[in-house]
């Protein structure tokens, strides 16, 4: 596996996963199964408020081709081709919805040792372009996201990021939505073997002059069993508490609460992941 700074999205992702990774409020349950030829199959039901939401999707990998089919309760089908490395540190990625024709894009990956690049574009006549890249190392790591809308012939999005790692902290800071928004995130290891782990995000709006800064902590309480939790200076405060009470099938509860009116009923997500 090619090692390096990563690839764009990689930037903050440590400290986003902890801060906002399994907070949910609605209700979610994912079966997955597979046949005897290796086709895994997933059924996913989720309830938004009084409307239930539900998909079935497949997976087959023959080799490095990895090919992902869904099907949602609006019969749209995702499909979703992957071959992985036809050439060193190389990705392709072929994806498309039916029966949105102009759905379909064509998406590359390059990873090498000092730099990540990914570019796609859509299969239109006029298609959007997006093109993002990160040079650097496995410590520091600048890079840039760009997309292109031909039709019109402007940028729809431009953002900038930097990177930090060190031995049990990472430090990101990202410039998004046209310069408009600064973010800041900080996640530092505070003990592997427990994997307790804090982090904090600073996001701050420069049309509005808004911050939000949410900071949150991660602790095993067993190794198969982990709570998180996190507040902002909004007084949304949440937390969750995780348990793999099998291989790879996860019970997750989650609650929020808004600590400037504690009379407000909190708001409670249950999530269950069955793997065989």
Do not use: C
Not at 71 to 96: H, M, W, Y
Not at 228 to 243: D, E
């Amino acid at each position: 596996m090619v090692k390096g700074p990563g690839l764009y999205s990689d930037i903050g992702k440590k400290a986003r996963d902890l801060l906002y990774k399994d907070y949910q409020s609605d209700h979610k349950f994912t079966v997955t199964t597979y046949t005897s030829t290796g086709v895994a199959i997933t059924s996913s039901g989720i309830k938004k408020g009084e409307v239930f939401l539900a998909d079935v999707s497949s997976q087959l990998k023959n080799k490095n081709i990895t090919t992902d089919v869904k099907v949602d309760t609006n019969s749209n089908l995702f499909t979703t081709i992957t071959v992985d490395e036809p050439a060193p540190g190389l990705k392709t990625i072929f994806s498309f919805i039916v029966p949105d024709q102009r759905s379909g894009k064509v998406e590359l990956q390059y990873q090498h040792e000092y730099a990540g690049i990914s570019t796609s574009i859509g299969l239109t006549a006029n298609p959007l372009v997006n093109f993002s890249g990160v040079i650097g190392n496995n410590s520091v790591s600048l890079g840039t996201d760009l997309s292109f809308d031909t039709a019109t012939g402007n940028f729809t999005k431009f953002n900038a990021g930097l990177s930090y790692s060190h031995t049990d902290l990472i430090a990101a800071l990202t410039l998004n939505d046209k310069g408009d928004t600064l973010n800041a995130s900080y996640y530092h290891i505070v003990s592997p073997l427990t994997n307790t782990a804090v982090g904090a995000e600073l996001t701050h709006s420069f049309s509005n002059n808004d911050n939000t800064l949410t900071i949150g902590t991660q602790h095993a309480l067993d190794p198969l069993t982990t709570v998180k939790a996190r507040v902002n200076n909004y007084g949304k405060a949440s937390a969750l508490i995780q348990h793999e009470w099998r291989p790879k099938s996860l019970f997750t509860i989650s609650g929020e609460v808004d600590t400037r009116a504690i009379e407000k009923s909190a708001k409670v997500g249950l999530a269950l992941a069955l793997k065989p």
